[in-house]
């Protein structure tokens, strides 16, 4: 029994990571219809600026005072949060606004192309290793980082839902050209919408290194698996889905690498997305939108 509940709150834990990725998937999606392949590389590299920071720069341990491990921690969350959020804008402007007319197979593929830059860099910066700190929170703490997550989800729900810049978000997902057309800058809205998954993105990734201690340049492709199949699994573009979703993975995934073997769970999750993309393409609480014109 004890077996079951550690490995359901690892699951739980690593759903809750999954979910941060998977808002950006959905986020993205929602407004312009785009999967954004390079966004699992952004958490990727929301992890090691993390590690940079928290073992380079401020050089933290288990043994650093309660209070200036906080303080530093919100920092480091802080920074990351903002240097992943500049790294999603700069591929939006750079890689997908101008193929944004272009038909929907060119964005694809500049999104796959961008995951690859990104991972490249990943490599030149810290090479092929993986790269671990060690523990600096105790493992009774492993709650705070259900804490934080919720917290972080919960402003993500409010800003969208009511708020100026989440109506203008919610109206560009419907139409952006009758958005434009009633005031909306749509280029801005599109652009808070990459700033607001990147932010996200780093934030799981700070969240990912003080859990598992490691990280390496190819963690945006389990992650970002997990995390796109999550969104499809609660409905694409759906954001509620997609924490649903990624609850549910996270237990298939624990579950499969406790008690299956860490070499098939990949392979399950894809099983997992072909079922649902076969049986219900529209995910658990999604609905079939209109195709835009």
């Given at each position: 029994?004890?077996?079951?509940?550690?490995?359901?709150?690892?699951?739980?834990?690593?759903?809750?990571?999954?979910?941060?990725?998977?808002?950006g998937?959905?986020?993205?999606?929602?407004?312009?219809?785009?999967?954004?392949?390079?966004?699992?590389?952004?958490?990727?590299?929301?992890?090691m600026?993390?590690?940079l920071?928290?073992?380079?720069?401020?050089?933290?341990?288990?043994?650093?005072?309660?209070?200036?491990?906080?303080?530093?921690?919100?920092?480091?969350?802080?920074?990351?949060?903002?240097?992943?959020?500049?790294?999603?804008?700069?591929?939006?402007?750079?890689?997908?606004?101008?193929l944004?007319?272009a038909?929907?197979?060119?964005?694809?593929?500049?999104?796959?192309?961008?995951?690859?830059?990104?991972?490249?860099?990943?490599?030149?910066?810290?090479?092929?290793?993986?790269?671990?700190?060690?523990?600096?929170?105790?493992?009774?703490?492993?709650?705070?980082?259900?804490?934080?997550?919720?917290v972080?989800?919960?402003?993500?729900?409010?800003?969208?839902?009511?708020?100026?810049?989440?109506?203008a978000?919610?109206?560009?997902?419907?139409?952006?050209?009758?958005?434009?057309?009633?005031?909306?800058?749509?280029n801005?809205?599109?652009?808070?919408?990459?700033?607001?998954?990147?932010?996200?993105?780093?934030?799981?990734?700070?969240?990912?290194?003080?859990?598992?201690?490691?990280?390496?340049?190819?963690?945006?492709?389990?992650f970002?698996?997990?995390a796109?199949?999550?969104?499809?699994?609660?409905?694409?573009?759906?954001?509620?889905?997609?924490?649903?979703?990624?609850?549910?993975?996270?237990?298939?995934?624990?579950?499969?690498?406790?008690?299956?073997?860490?070499?098939?769970?990949?392979?399950?999750?894809?099983?997992?997305?072909?079922?649902?993309?076969?049986?219900?393409?529209?995910?658990l609480?999604?609905?079939?939108?209109?195709?835009?014109?």
């Amino acid at each position: 029994m004890d077996q079951i509940v550690q490995t359901f709150i690892i699951g739980l834990s690593n759903g809750l990571i999954f979910a941060l990725v998977a808002l950006g998937y959905s986020l993205v999606y929602g407004i312009i219809e785009l999967i954004n392949f390079a966004h699992g590389d952004v958490f990727m590299l929301g992890s090691m600026i993390a590690l940079l920071l928290i073992s380079g720069i401020f050089g933290l341990s288990i043994a650093t005072s309660p209070l200036t491990l906080i303080l530093v921690l919100i920092l480091v969350i802080l920074v990351t949060m903002i240097l992943t959020a500049t790294i999603n804008v700069t591929i939006e402007r750079i890689a997908y606004r101008p193929l944004r007319n272009a038909p929907k197979l060119a964005p694809l593929i500049s999104a796959i192309g961008m995951s690859f830059v990104l991972q490249n860099v990943a490599l030149l910066i810290a090479g092929p290793a993986n790269k671990s700190i060690d523990s600096i929170l105790p493992p009774t703490n492993l709650l705070s980082y259900i804490g934080v997550n919720s917290v972080e989800l919960s402003l993500r729900q409010v800003f969208v839902a009511k708020t100026k810049q989440g109506r203008a978000m919610r109206a560009t997902a419907q139409d952006p050209d009758t958005a434009g057309l009633m005031g909306v800058d749509v280029n801005r809205t599109i652009a808070l919408t990459f700033m607001i998954g990147g932010a996200l993105a780093g934030a799981a990734g700070v969240v990912q290194i003080l859990y598992n201690n490691v990280t390496v340049w190819n963690l945006g492709f389990r992650f970002g698996l997990n995390a796109f199949t999550s969104a499809v699994l609660g409905g694409i573009g759906n954001l509620p889905g997609a924490v649903l979703g990624a609850l549910v993975l996270g237990q298939i995934n624990a579950f499969s690498d406790r008690y299956i073997a860490a070499n098939w769970t990949n392979a399950i999750v894809f099983m997992v997305l072909i079922a649902v993309l076969v049986f219900k393409p529209t995910g658990l609480l999604g609905q079939q939108l209109a195709d835009r014109a």
